[in-house]
């Protein structure tokens, strides 16, 4: 049975997953390209190796991965979101490099070091325990492997903050509702949620769930004026 949390994210991407990678490219001014490819080149994929990605949705940084010649483990809840990459999967010519599997990130379906790299990608806000999650990612990872993720992040700055609360509180709900109410209803969500995630969850503390899980090198690097940050580290091989 779902809970509350997964129930709302699983309403949630199945509202938007048709327009999910057009909108996010417009309400990021297309900063998130930025991030993942940020992501994908900290993560140093190789030809021939398995990756998992987690929360891969559409299949936007999957796609990345998977041009690099690694065979990508599409992993997501929303059939609707890894539908709706299918199509550009084939124009990539990727589909052999990609193989989708439905599921949640706190129980992976996988065995102890399966994996040489995993990826995943605005999924912390989407669990109630972050820190357990954290370890059942580093669980797949093989020894000398890397974890890489992308989330979104708030602005330190005062006058950055400032603009950036007006823009997730006041614009991106308008913006959505010119796509569809489901898109009203993301951008309501969005902002808050990052917020919440942020005042209950410092930096410090996701950088100890990273150090628990058995990560090592573990760094982090804020990009676009604080809105979104990578983090990456390793298992010691
Ligand atoms: C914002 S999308 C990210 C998609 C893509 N990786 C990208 O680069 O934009 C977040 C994804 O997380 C998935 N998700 C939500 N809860 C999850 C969970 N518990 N485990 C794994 N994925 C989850 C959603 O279905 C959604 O596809």
């Keep these: 049975m779902m809970d509350a949390r997964a129930r709302h994210a699983h309403a949630l991407f199945a509202g938007i997953a048709a327009e999910y990678e057009w909108m996010g490219a417009v309400l990021s ?30 299949g936007l940084v999957a796609r990345r991965i998977g041009a690099r010649g690694a065979r990508v483990i599409q992993f997501d809840p929303s059939e609707a979101m890894l539908r709706a990459g299918q199509r550009a999967a084939r124009a990539a010519g990727l589909t052999s490099a990609l193989h ?47 974890l890489a993720c992308l989330e979104f992040h708030e602005p330190r700055a005062p006058v950055l903050r400032a603009g950036w609360f ?50 090592r090198h573990v760094h982090s690097r804020v990009m676009s004026l604080g809105a979104g940050v990578v983090w990456w580290g390793q298992l010691d091989g």
Excluded: N
């Excluded at 992501?39 to 559409?58: H, I, N, Y």
């Excluded at 996988?110 to 370890?135: I, Q």
């Excluded at 569809?180 to 919440?196: C, D, H, K, M, Y």
């Design 29 to 58: 001014f297309g900063q998130d390209a930025r991030w993942r490819r940020a992501m994908v080149e900290v993560l140093a994929p190789r030809p021939g190796q398995l990756v998992l990605d987690v929360a891969s949705g559409t």
């Design 166 to 215: 007006g823009y997730t509180r006041y614009v991106m709900p308008r913006v959505g509702a010119l796509a569809s109410p489901e898109w009203r209803a993301t951008g309501v969500f969005l902002g808050p949620s990052i917020t919440r995630f942020y005042a209950d969850h410092p930096l410090a503390e996701q950088a100890r769930w990273w150090q628990e899980a058995g990560l």
């Design 100 to 146: 989708p599997v439905l599921g949640r990130a706190e129980r992976l379906p996988f065995g102890d070091a399966t994996f040489d790299a995993v990826s995943f990608t605005y999924l912390l806000r989407y669990v109630d325990d972050p820190g357990a999650t954290m370890k059942e990612l580093t669980r797949v990872l093989r020894p000398g492997g890397r």
